[in-house]
C-alpha cells in the first residue's frame, strides 16, 4: 500500500464521518439513512476490500467515539468490516465487465447477502453477547439498519459508475486493476 493510498483511504475515512455526522436523513423511528456508506461504496467500488475495510470500520469506530462514545459500535464496526471486505472483493472481481448492469447486479447481490450476514448476522451476534439479549429480538431491532443501509448503498452504484473517469484520472495507481 503506498503512502498516497493510505492518505486517500484517510480521506475516506473522514468523509465517512463527516457524512454520517452532517447529513442524517431519518426513516425510521431512531434510524436514519447513514450517507457515509456513499463513500465505503465509493471505496469498495475502486479501491479494493482493505481500503473499504479501513473506511468502513475506522469511520464507524470514529464516528461512535464522536457521537456517543462506544455504545453500539463494536457490532455495527464488526457489521461494516463483513460488508466491506466483501463488497470491496465483488467489486474488485466485476471490475472488469463490459456490461455495467450486470456488474450492477453482482454487486447488488452482494449488498443484500453482506448486509444480511453483517447487520443481521454478525451486528446482532456481537450485540446478543454485549447486552445479553436474544438473538432475534437484535435481529429484529436490525432489520431498520438492514434496510436502511441496503437502500444507500444501491442508490449509490449509479454514483460510483458517474464518477469513474474522475477517479480514474486523479488517482490511477491506487484505483484497484
Do not use: H
Not at 469498495?44 to 470514529?62: A, D, R, W
Not at 443501509?149 to 477517479?167: F, I, N, Q, R, Y
Request: glycine share 8%; aromatic share 12%; with cysteine.
Amino acid at each position: 500500500m503506498t503512502t498516497k493510498k493510505i492518505c486517500l483511504t484517510a480521506i475516506g475515512t473522514a468523509l465517512f464521518v463527516a457524512l454520517s455526522l452532517c447529513l442524517q436523513v431519518p426513516v425510521f423511528e431512531n434510524y436514519y439513512l447513514c450517507l457515509g456508506y456513499v463513500v465505503m461504496m465509493v471505496f469498495c467500488y475502486y479501491f479494493g476490500p482493505f481500503s473499504s475495510l479501513m473506511v468502513g470500520v475506522l469511520g464507524v469506530v470514529l464516528y461512535c467515539l464522536l457521537i456517543s462514545g462506544l455504545r453500539g459500535m463494536p457490532g455495527w464496526a464488526a457489521g461494516n468490516a463483513v460488508i466491506a471486505l466483501t463488497l470491496g472483493l465483488t467489486c474488485k472481481l466485476t471490475s472488469g465487465m463490459k456490461t455495467v448492469w450486470m456488474r450492477y447486479f453482482l454487486v447488488f447481490t452482494a449488498v443484500i447477502i453482506s448486509t444480511v450476514v453483517g447487520i443481521l448476522g454478525v451486528k446482532s451476534l456481537v450485540e446478543m453477547a454485549l447486552y445479553s439479549q436474544p438473538f432475534l429480538l437484535r435481529a429484529a431491532k436490525n432489520i431498520y439498519a438492514f434496510i436502511a443501509d441496503v437502500v444507500v448503498m444501491t442508490v449509490s452504484l449509479p454514483l460510483c459508475e458517474k464518477l469513474k473517469a474522475t477517479v480514474y484520472k486523479i488517482f490511477p495507481e491506487e484505483v484497484q486493476a
